[in-house]
């Protein structure tokens, strides 16, 4: 089973200009499709920082998303930080070429040396179509690197995994089930939780504690997350061990 990564870059977003939407979406489009992420990094356009982080995740074999910065102004380091990383030069792709001359006669404009530097990528990468204005992203081996405008990068996503990731979807088929246990303590309940993993391989415990508030008392959220039958077994065992601890609780919704 393939690692689904993110990469999200732009000083807007590391200094608070523009909050970030594109995790929150990248999450929903793999969870459709019966995957997650397991890991994200926010980056500013900091070209050095950008080459170290890509390649590492080059060399880590997993699927990574990247959003922001492959555009052509000062600020926009990846494209050049993804090649640097790669260790291939930049170089005008046929494909992002065609796409580009073809967006400028739609548009009645001149075809330009930096309109067409946007098709400049890292030698051996494939384009990603982008249906808004036919400006293209890229992938380089499993990197697929995408604008920050939503409108645009995540129409690019749905199509990147539906093109080349397809064979994972539900391939694991993971659910979690949950119980709110009021006035629970964390340390009371926490061999139960280490036992359950250790009784269940595979299967994945997670507590998330709330002091309530004015409409909810004091609980902590407690459940298991992985195989559906394992998990149908594992969520049963907690709430007996639950009720052995003298907490109540109730299914979580």
């Not at 080059?58 to 993804?82: E, K, M, N, W, Y």
């Not at 946007?118 to 293209?136: A, C, E, K, M, Y």
Request: hydrophobic share 40%; net charge negative.
């Amino acid at each position: 089973m393939r690692v689904y990564g993110a990469i999200i870059i732009g000083d807007e977003i590391m200094r608070g200009k523009r909050q970030d939407k594109h995790l929150a979406k990248l999450i929903e489009l793999l969870g459709v499709r019966g995957l997650h992420l397991s890991w994200v990094q926010y980056l500013g356009d900091e070209r050095p920082r950008l080459i170290e982080t890509l390649r590492s995740t080059l060399a880590s074999g997993d699927v990574v998303f990247s959003c922001g910065g492959i555009g052509v102004t000062p600020d926009d380091h990846t494209r050049q930080a993804a090649a640097a990383a790669a260790g291939v030069p930049l170089a005008l792709n046929p494909d992002a070429e065609r796409e580009i001359r073809a967006r400028m006669v739609e548009m009645g404009q001149p075809v330009t040396p930096a309109r067409l530097e946007l098709g400049t990528v890292p030698q051996g990468s494939r384009i990603i179509p982008n249906p808004f204005n036919r400006i293209p992203g890229f992938s380089y081996q499993d990197h697929h690197f995408l604008p920050g405008f939503p409108q645009m990068a995540w129409p690019m996503a749905e199509w990147v995994l539906d093109t080349y990731y397809a064979d994972d979807f539900r391939q694991n088929a993971e659910v979690e089930a949950a119980i709110l246990v009021w006035d629970g303590l964390e340390g009371t309940m926490l061999e139960l939780m280490r036992q359950t993993e250790a009784d269940f391989p595979g299967i994945v415990v997670f507590s998330l504690p709330s002091f309530g508030s004015e409409t909810v008392r004091r609980h902590v959220e407690l459940g298991v997350r992985g195989e559906p039958a394992m998990v149908a077994k594992a969520i049963e065992v907690l709430k007996a061990g639950v009720t052995a601890l003298g907490y109540g609780y109730d299914a979580k919704q």
